[in-house]
């Protein structure tokens, strides 16, 4: 019998695992769904582990049957987690569907192979076997098994060494740890049988992915858990990809510095807390919101027979004075409704439109819902297009910063250096600071 005290150990972290993937805010990333399947199978691999263990304690009060069934179970879970971890690894690099499909179909059949082993070990006894005494031995065709948990291992690796460069770097340190840590375990346990390591190290692995690459406060606002920029422009872009159209409502506080300056920025947070409870609620797939600056927002809808609906709600939420810690508060807003891809196609163009409303809000009528037509968005087509691409690179690091030496007349030597933020686009070659800096001041 194997050594409990591991698999216990990595079931106390799975829980810590699970505690942290609900607790936090989750985009709708093909990646968080993988890595929850993921989770859930190392779960149950290793609860199957701690049933077999306790099976062991008193073979003969468990018929053969149950055995082989208990067994079964967590070799099919054991060897579902190498494939759950290859197919996380394309989710992560491969947003843009760049790799084929039938490399993607190929993987599917080692673990087709070692399903059909596992489930027919009962009658081959080529996985494993029990003698007339219910003592357990491993099979000949085992060592295929683990083979194939290596290969999927490789397999992701190479996928990800040659797709690394989409990733951020806290993403390819997460990968690079979680290889060797759940390699060795594998290793160990291939040589070692009663040490059952295989599903601690699996645990650890998965506690790496969540504080690193699945740390979803990346992409929410702190103070307001909302969306921030970033998780914003994700979301909407995975929305467009399942649906043909949806409704962007821009609201933009007028408000918002004068009641920060005047109650301070802990009470303004406390209200812009209030007033997303009461128009935003908890986001879904289908309707959500983004903060995109103070007291500026962006709300999503894509079911259209709500849209007369939630412009009725923004309409009376700003038509009367705001109760707030036994205050009465005037609250004014520019609202614009936009129709994506009818009014627009491009998602920045929303973050131009509401700065449009906050730069020259005078113009515009406040509480009141403008269509986006009536928007005075007369830029030029290359400022859209660079304007799109600094958002794309803030996505996928495409800023770099440069050191220029200061170097001292008298001693000739290097005294300090300047930071220069440089911006390389892969079709325009090298951007302009004097183009792109005043575009990515006007849009936030």
């Known amino acids: 019998m194997g050594i409990i005290y591991f698999d216990i150990a990595a ?30 199978i190392a779960v149950f691999a290793t609860l199957s582990d701690i049933a077999t ?4 304690t008193n073979v003969h009060a468990h018929t053969r049957t149950w055995h082989y069934t208990i067994n079964i179970l967590f070799y099919l879970f054991q060897n579902t987690i190498p494939i759950s971890f290859c197919f996380f690894v394309l989710a992560l690099v491969d947003e843009k569907k760049a790799i084929q499909k039938s490399i993607k179909y190929s993987l599917y059949l080692p673990w087709i192979v070692s399903i059909i082993l596992i489930l027919t070990t009962p009658l081959t006894h080529k996985v494993f076997y029990f003698d007339q005494n219910l003592i357990y031995f491993r099979g000949s065709f085992l060592p295929i098994l683990y083979a194939f948990a290596l290969a999927y291992t490789i ?8 797709n690394r460069m989409i990733v951020s770097k806290e993403t390819q340190l997460a990968v690079f740890l979680f290889l060797p840590i759940s390699l060795l375990s594998l290793v160990i346990q291939f040589f070692f049988p009663n040490l059952l390591v295989q599903n601690l ?15 979803f406060n990346r992409y929410t606002d702190y103070g307001t858990q909302l969306y921030n920029r970033n998780g914003f422009l994700i979301q909407i872009d995975l929305l467009l990809k399942r649906k043909n159209q949806c409704t962007a409502f821009i609201i933009s506080i007028n408000t918002a510095n004068f009641i920060q300056v005047v109650f301070g920025p802990d009470i303004f947070l406390a209200l812009e807390k209030q007033i997303i409870a009461k128009l935003f609620g908890p986001a879904r797939s289908d309707r959500f919101a983004g903060k995109t600056g103070q007291g500026k927002f962006i709300l999503i809808v894509s079911n259209q027979n709500q849209i007369d609906e939630e412009k009725q709600a923004l309409l009376t939420a700003f038509a009367n004075p705001w109760l707030f810690q036994d205050r009465l508060l005037t609250i004014s807003a520019h609202l614009c409704q936009v129709s994506i891809p009818e009014d627009t196609n491009d998602i920045v163009s929303l973050f131009q439109a509401q700065n449009e409303l906050t730069q020259v809000h005078g113009q515009y009528p ?3 819902i403008i269509p986006f037509n009536q928007l005075k968005l007369t830029k030029s087509t290359r400022y859209q297009e660079i304007n799109k691409k600094i958002h794309e690179a803030l996505l996928y690091e495409g800023f770099t910063v440069v050191f220029q030496p200061i170097i001292s007349r008298e001693t000739k030597k290097t005294i300090a250096a300047e930071a220069l933020i440089r911006f390389k686009d892969s079709s325009r070659g090298f951007i302009s600071p004097a183009e792109f800096i005043p575009i990515a001041e006007q849009t936030g």
Not at 11 to 26: E, Q, T
Not at 53 to 56: A, D, K, Q, R, W
Not at 155 to 162: D, Y
Not at 203 to 213: E, Q, V, Y
């Open 11 to 40: 079931l106390c972290i799975h829980v810590l695992n699970f505690y942290l993937y609900f607790s936090r805010s989750r985009l709708y990333l093909k990646q968080t769904r993988v890595f929850l399947f993921f989770i859930v």
């Open 201 to 215: 190290g699996i645990a650890i692995s998965c506690l790496i992915i969540l504080l690193t690459i699945q740390d």
């Open 366 to 368: 406040i509480n009141t």
């Open 155 to 162: 397999a992701g690796f190479v996928i990800f060494l040659f």
């Open 53 to 56: 263990l306790g099976f062991y």
